[in-house]
């Protein structure tokens, strides 16, 4: 079977959704370079680069990896070509073209820094994952971050994105060329400020008047993704290859639910991203707060949760009803009173929406794969909610059942010798190793990890007892906790 490629894109016209600038003899040049192209960007932003694209303009995008030679190896033989499947009640396929290129940083670093000091390249967006950022625990650059430590004192090629788009945006100043806007497209609270900033403190150190002329110049505007978008795997490919007839090494699938708020500061010469559906608002905190607690919160809390009880996917875990009852309450007793939602959202509405998508038949979303990285999802998704309760006299027994599952599914995963996928995989499978069933000491051991646990949660008695409380009755059977958890009748 035949790859995709530009070579058999024309054949494919009239089966499905096509790129059809592609076939046109003048193709859009390359303005926008995106940092992580894993599955969601793919699903999520290049999507949306490809509907803008319809609308014209020079905004195909350089797609970025770090050091991951995965998708280079993939999409770079198909000329950047790859299917994305919409699996929900109605299925459908479409060939994106926005991405242009595949580079990786590490061995492509001349072309990816020209790529990034181009004055064609008006965007950088970016999807690195919580870690990608290397803040603290208080949401800062964090100077004492190791590979933060090496990209500060050498002169070399850089090895966080920090220091990459720190590295091009001293290029850009020296030649005169405004900075780029950059977007950060990960789940982090208030991510465009907080991007922004630790950008700036890097250049504080390096060179403070760099450091100035982006205080002054650069442009980061917050921003509220989402999409549901699993892991490809090799169903998804055969499916595609029969839908094709040809085939595609790297297709992406996603529910048909998709949103991208983006805050209202973008250069007016911008991606048709508008007509796409983008929505932009004044104020995204407020929405990127509620799909944090009312979407990400869930997601990791049947994770862990579910792995527990021993289920494969979101799929088979709402399908316990014990669970979801206890993932409902957890929601209105504890999620909902925690934050004030955007005046123009029906909370309710939007939580339900988001409990049917968990169940979406069509998507077999890995537990396994939602519970990577806790140390750096709970400070985000899970914590602020608990500190707001605390802080207001509120409910935290089913937050703090959370946490105390995903203690439980560490030392699970430590028992049984699996391999842990978290930056702090090491320090947690440590603490791990110290756990011996007893409440008392296991959950100090957890709560003194002070990089997901500021002193002022671990620290507070009222936070510990509820740990402690949901992790005793977890450590024998975490089926009756829960259900001593839920108030089952
Ligand atoms: C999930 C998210 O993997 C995870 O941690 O909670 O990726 C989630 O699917 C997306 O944020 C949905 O937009």
């Known amino acids: 079977m035949a790859n995709l490629s530009n070579q058999t894109l024309a054949g494919l016209n009239g089966k499905l959704p096509i790129p059809a600038y592609r076939l046109a003899e003048q193709q859009p040049q390359i303005g926008i370079v995106h940092l992580g192209p894993g599955a969601f960007f793919r699903g999520h932003q290049a999507w949306y680069t490809e509907q803008a694209l319809q609308f014209g303009g020079d905004w195909a995008i350089s797609a970025v990896s770090m050091r991951s030679p995965d998708v280079s190896q993939a999409l770079s033989p198909q000329d950047g070509l790859y299917t994305l499947a919409v699996l929900d009640a109605v299925q459908s396929y479409q060939v994106i ?13 001349g072309q990816v820094l020209a790529r990034l000091t181009a004055a ?39 090895i966080t994105a920090i220091g990459l788009l720190f590295t091009a945006l001293a290029a850009r100043y020296q030649a005169n060329i405004a900075p780029f806007c950059v977007i950060s497209c990960d789940n982090l609270t208030d991510n465009g400020h907080k991007l922004r900033n630790a950008l700036i403190a890097f250049a504080e150190q390096k060179d403070p008047t760099i450091a100035n002329w982006l205080s002054q110049q650069l442009i980061s505007p917050c921003t509220m993704v989402d999409s549901i978008t699993p892991a ?29 708020v983006i805050e209202d500061i973008l250069p007016a010469d911008r991606p048709a991203w508008q007509q796409a ?11 990127e707060k509620a799909k944090l607690r009312l979407l990400n919160a869930p997601h990791s809390t049947l994770a862990y949760v579910g792995c527990l009880l021993g289920y494969e996917t979101v799929f088979d875990a709402m399908q316990d009803e014990v669970l979801t009852q206890f993932i409902q309450q957890m929601i209105t007793a504890e999620i909902m009173p925690s934050f004030k939602a955007p005046a123009e959202l029906d909370v309710n509405q939007y939580s339900n929406d988001i409990l049917a998508r968990f169940r979406n038949p069509a998507i077999r979303h890995l537990l396994a794969q939602i519970a990577w990285d806790g140390s750096q999802k709970l400070p985000m998704r899970i914590l602020p909610a608990i500190s707001d309760n605390l802080a207001a006299g509120k409910a935290i027994d089913k937050l703090a059942f959370a946490i105390a599952a995903w203690c439980r ?23 791990a190793a110290q756990c011996s069933g007893n409440a008392d000491t296991d959950v100090a051991l957890f709560l003194a990890v002070d990089a997901v646990f500021p002193p002022a949660l671990s620290l507070n008695k ?28």
């Open 97 to 109: 073209g926005s991405v242009q290129e595949v580079l990786i940083a590490s061995e492509q670093y």
């Open 120 to 158: 064609s390249t008006k965007y950088v967006t970016m999807t690195i994952t919580e870690k990608g950022y290397c803040l603290n625990g208080s949401g800062k650059l964090d100077l004492n971050h190791s590979q933060i430590q090496q990209d500060l004192s050498g002169s070399g090629q850089p």
């Open 232 to 260: 490809t795997d090799d169903a998804i490919k055969a499916q595609v290859a029969q839908v094709l007839g040809v085939q595609d090494n790297w297709p992406i699938k996603r529910e048909a639910f998709v949103q991208w």
């Open 277 to 287: 559906g983008v929505i932009y608002a004044q104020d995204v905190t407020a929405f």
């Open 409 to 431: 599914f560490i030392v699970k995963r430590h028992s049984d010798n699996e391999k842990l996928v978290d930056p702090l995989a090491e320090q947690l499978l440590a603490v």
């Open 462 to 489: 009222t936070f510990f007892s509820a740990v402690h409380t949901a992790y005793q009755q977890l450590v024998s059977r975490p089926a009756a906790a829960l259900v001593a958890f839920t108030g089952v009748v």
